[in-house]
T-cell receptor, first 112, second 115 residues
Framework: DAGITQSPRHKVTETGTPVTLRCHQTENHRYMYWYRQDPGHGLRLIHYSYGVKDTDKGEVSDGYSVSRSKTEDFLLTLESATSSQTSVYFC???????????FGQGTRLTVV | AQSVTQLGSHVSVSEGALVLLRCNYS??????LFWYVQYPNQGLQLLLKYTSAATLVKGINGFEAEFKKSETSFHLTKPSAHMSDAAEYFCAVSDRTGTASKLTFGTGTRLQVTL
């Protein structure tokens, strides 16, 4: 899968705890994205990055923060997890506009 | 804001029959258009994309899609379905401004292929 690794692949956490998901790429692509997938909603963009330390919000950014300290790593943090954040999270990468994006295998997060 | 509508959350076809999955977009300027496939418990795989060259785009696994500006559509077709085509399919768009490939997805269509 286009040199993208997400970790962990599965996680169960309790409400109110912080959670960090990691995305690592080996393609040296400029852009990295975090999406969440929920039944009936397709995939929705949470945050994206256009370079080291350069990030911006997506459609559903409330309750999430991101960081990118190296080209290859993009972290998604849930500061205080809620049950509404139970979802499958996908990291994606792209070299630029018009190319589409290449997706990782996903992380299934359950908040109990 | 862009939006994508996929008509039919579930489509069932017989093996060997035509596959037609519908996608309509809403955008003031024709966007870039994509179809992705997702097999169970996997990530999304790019099937094909339209970026303004030929309006009929051929992708992997025998799929193709035709961009029709007058109908704001980008329907996905395959002449003959195979059991291995059973999966969920997503249409997505990204605009032509900026440099990032931020995607807006439809809600998906689950394709079932029966014997």
């Amino acid at each position: 899968d286009a040199g993208i690794t997400q970790s962990p692949r599965h996680k169960v956490t309790e409400t109110g705890t912080p959670v960090t998901l990691r995305c690592h790429q080996t393609e040296n692509h400029r852009y990295m994205y975090w999406y969440r997938q929920d039944p009936g909603h397709g995939l929705r963009l949470i945050h994206y990055s256009y370079g080291v330390k350069d990030t911006d919000k997506g459609e559903v950014s409330d309750g999430y923060s991101v960081s990118r300290s190296k080209t290859e790593d993009f972290l998604l943090t849930l500061e205080s997890a809620t049950s509404s954040q139970t979802s499958v999270y996908f990291c994606a990468i792209s070299p630029g506009t018009g190319t589409g994006a290449f997706f990782g295998q996903g992380t299934r997060l359950t908040v109990v | 804001a862009q939006s994508v509508t996929q008509l039919g959350s579930h489509v069932s076809v017989s093996e060997g029959a035509l596959v037609l999955l519908r996608c309509n977009y809403s955008s003031s300027v024709p966007p870039y258009l994509f179809w992705y496939v997702q097999y169970p418990n996997q990530g999304l795989q790019l099937l094909l994309k339209y970026t303004s060259a030929a309006t009929l785009v051929k992708g992997i696994n025998g799929f193709e899609a035709e961009f029709k500006k007058s109908e704001t559509s980008f329907h996905l077709t395959k002449p003959s379905a195979h059991m291995s085509d059973a999966a969920e399919y997503f249409c997505a768009v990204s605009d032509r401004t900026g440099t990032a490939s931020k995607l807006t997805f439809g809600t998906g269509t689950r394709l079932q292929v029966t014997l």
